[in-house]
T-cell receptor, first 117, second 112 residues
């Protein structure tokens, strides 16, 4: 079955440590996204990528970094500069963002819950 | 500016009762509207979407929503709530391009 796989499901970060969250999709989607979810705040966009080797900052990119070296992979690194990283992180993908494709929904992984040790 | 407002962060209904979750949007261009559901510790799943055409949209699990341009609303309804409907529901807006704007979510509680 096609879908999005996020790993690990739970992750703990020590002070001063960078951690990387994995996101892989086999839907052949062009666009991929990372969201942060905090209680009562909905989803906030961290980074997005419309094509391979290209990505853009979202609304809350500070303290995060991404790469898009392959179409199916979009890992997120939470750096030590992110002072409040405890949250639920969701990766999503969609067919594309060009006219004619942007009316299609996003598909989500099951998330990674990051906590501070 | 585009925005989505979900009225009520929490809604509680009895099993078998009508479910009504409210969503209002603001958009300067014709919107694409979505409802997603999220169960605990899971990602979001698409319930239904409105792009163009028929304004009453049917989705999975007996849910439906009606697009009302004059009221800038896209409320989600289900005639009879089931215990398994307890979850968080998100209304979302796309106005062309890459960005999906999500509402803050409404948590639905279903009482036996």
């Amino acid at each position: 079955d096609g879908g999005i796989t996020q790993s690990p499901k739970y992750l703990f970060r020590k002070e001063g440590q960078n951690v990387t969250l994995s996101c892989e999709q086999n839907l052949n989607h062009d666009a991929m996204y990372w969201y942060r979810q905090d209680p009562g705040q909905g989803l906030r966009l961290i980074y997005y990528s419309q094509i391979v080797n290209d990505f853009q900052k979202g609304d809350i990119a500070e303290g995060y970094s991404v790469s898009r070296e392959k179409k199916e992979s979009f890992p997120l690194t939470v750096t030590s500069a992110q002072k409040n990283p405890t949250a639920f992180y969701l990766c999503a993908s969609s067919i594309g963002t060009t006219p004619g494709k942007s009316n299609q929904p996003q598909h989500f992984g099951d998330g990674t819950r990051l906590s501070i040790l | 500016a585009q925005s989505v407002t979900q009225l009520g962060s929490h809604v509680s209904v009895s099993e078998g009762a009508l479910v009504l979750l409210r969503c209002n949007y603001s958009s300067s261009v014709p919107p694409y509207l979505f409802w997603y559901v999220q169960y605990p510790n899971q990602g979001l799943q698409l319930l239904l979407k409105y792009t163009t055409g028929a304004t009453l949209v049917k989705g999975i699990n007996g849910f439906e929503a009606e697009f009302k341009k004059s009221e800038t609303s896209f409320h989600l309804t289900k005639p009879s709530a089931h215990m398994s409907d307890a979850a968080e529901y998100f209304c979302a807006l796309v106005t062309g391009g890459f960005k999906t704007i999500f509402g803050a979510g409404t948590r639905l509680f279903v009482k036996a």
